[in-house]
């Protein structure tokens, strides 16, 4: 029998195909000497060529002990087990940190643990820009070798499926085509992201080359990438997206269009935002007034509006919001008198529109990140969340590191911690002093309040995460497992002593962890702070 015939046999089962020999035995015999004759007839092929050796790393080691941390943090499996965590510490909560103090030390990753590091990097996207960094060279030289790492690669300079080298010549000129021609989806987004960044116009040159004949789900894609390094320049190429067949490439060469405040489009949108917003001429100067549009016509069809409007809105309040939104936000201040961005946002809108009109000025400010009308419409850290339009952790995020820290605070301090993981995920890290007290005085709130721990679990592993390591000892006395209140629930307390206990842990392995990164005979402390304000 052949080998086909014989693998046939053993599938479909001695009963159903009789074997050679007509036993179970003579067909593994036959499958025996078929596979030694198949061996044996194999003509030996060329040989592979080496590798070239991995290019060098200047960069300085990290010291033993923070060498050690990495293999700890690296051999930590996130998700393991489920109910309490205990008092330990989460190595794989503080492995991201790790990587950016470390990068910003300048170290290198040790050769035998690159493995360990690609591994991680791929199961995990937030840790790859760290990993890479500390891997270095060698990291990329080592994932050629091997496809499970090739996200590495990907927007890398050097030979395989990344993309040129940055600052190649035009001598590389043939190699960006025929990979922009022949890549994979990956690859070309990768090379056009890539080029975009060292040359905008080389890179809106090779799109608008194939546009017409590439597909709408990768045309959507590929013009996004647009945002790297958006200018004028881009506006005739986008214009002329307006008009493309699928509404989603529409839709996203409009809201480009919009963000270039010289542009036709935004000039257009301006003029139809001004005819729906003024101020009262009716003897209420004071006051805003709103006329929304009674149809989308074809001009606001072209230039991105959407015309049905989602469930929950009236058509006309979902038009104007586009409008608005649309519209650049320097047209307001202009249009409405002089004011600024704060007075405007305080003058009351008639019939009901106030809503409405916010809440595309609040989009507005987050997509063009415009600091002032952010502070304006955030409203004080007293009010209810819902009082600020849109998302007010993403107006938030706009304002200055240290304002955002003293708003949170005050948010805090109000309002307690039912909405404060929202706000405090967009708060730089370490925390101030201020934000952090108000977090643990929070927490001891709750805690006293009798209150089970899980409701604030999101809020506790930031506070790991988050806190400055110094509070540490401020914090040991919580660890204690307190007095329970009448009304509180039966065993909360030792549950809040435990999470503290881990907190307080955690808080002393990041000092630690901190103070290993230090190069011997360094000042530690000073560099230790500017190495956890970096992460």
Known sequence: ???????????????????????????????????????????????????????????????????????????DRPGAGGGRRGTAPDLAELLPQWLAAAGAHGYRAPAEQLPALLDAARARTDLRAGALALGGPRALWLARLNPDWRFALRGRSGRGPGPPAEGAGTADGGAVRRLWEEGLFAERSALLLSLRRRDPAAAREL????????????????????????????????????????????????E???????????????????????????????????????????????????????????????WLVQVVEAAPLGTWP?????????????????????????????????????????????????????????????????????????????????????????????????????????????????????????????VLGLAERCLDPGEADRLAPLAAVPDEPEDGSPGAGGYWAEAFQRLVATLRLRATMLAELEPPGDGGPAQGRAAAEHA
Request: charged share 25%; aromatic share 6%; net charge positive.
């Open 334 to 458: 202009e249009h409405l008198g002089g004011r600024t961005p704060a007075q405007i946002t305080a003058l009351p809108v008639a019939d009901d529109w106030e809503a409405d009109l916010h809440a595309a000025w609040a989009r507005a400010a987050v997509r063009l990140r415009d600091t002032a009308w952010a502070r304006a419409l955030l409203r004080r850290p007293s009010a209810p969340m819902a009082a600020a339009p849109g998302d007010p952790a993403k107006l938030l995020a706009l304002l200055p590191a240290r304002e955002r820290a003293r708003w949170a605070a005050e948010f805090i301090a109000a309002h307690g911690l039912s909405e404060a993981f929202r706000v405090l995920g967009v708060c730089a890290v370490p925390w101030a002093g201020p934000l952090g007290r108000a977090v643990v005085d929070a927490l001891e709130i709750a805690r006293d309040a009798g209150s089970y721990p899980w409701s604030f679990s999101g």
């Open 1 to 75: 029998m052949s080998w086909g015939e014989l693998v046939g046999a053993a599938l479909l089962g001695a009963e159903r195909r009789r074997p050679p020999g007509g036993s179970v035995e003579a067909l593994l015999d036959a499958a025996a000497v078929e596979t030694v004759r198949r061996r044996a007839g194999l003509r030996p092929a060329a040989a592979a060529p080496r590798p070239e050796p991995a290019p060098r790393d200047p960069r300085p080691p990290l010291p033993p002990a923070a060498a050690r941390r990495l293999s700890l943090l690296l051999a």
């Open 256 to 318: 480009l269009l919009s963000a270039l405040p010289s542009s036709a489009l935004a000039a257009r949108m301006a003029a139809r935002a001004r005819s729906c917003v003024a101020l009262d001429r009716t003897g209420r100067p004071d006051r805003l007034v709103v006329e929304a549009p009674y149809e989308c016509d074809p001009g606001m069809r072209r230039d991105g509006v959407v015309p049905g409007a989602p469930p929950g809105h009236g058509e006309r309040s979902w």
């Open 207 to 254: 799109l608008a080359g194939t546009w017409a004949a590439e597909r709408a789900e990768d045309r959507l894609m590929f013009l996004d990438s647009l945002r790297e390094g958006l200018s004028p320049a881009d506006e005739e190429f986008l214009e002329r997206a307006l008009a493309d067949r699928s509404r989603n490439v529409r839709a996203t060469a409009a």
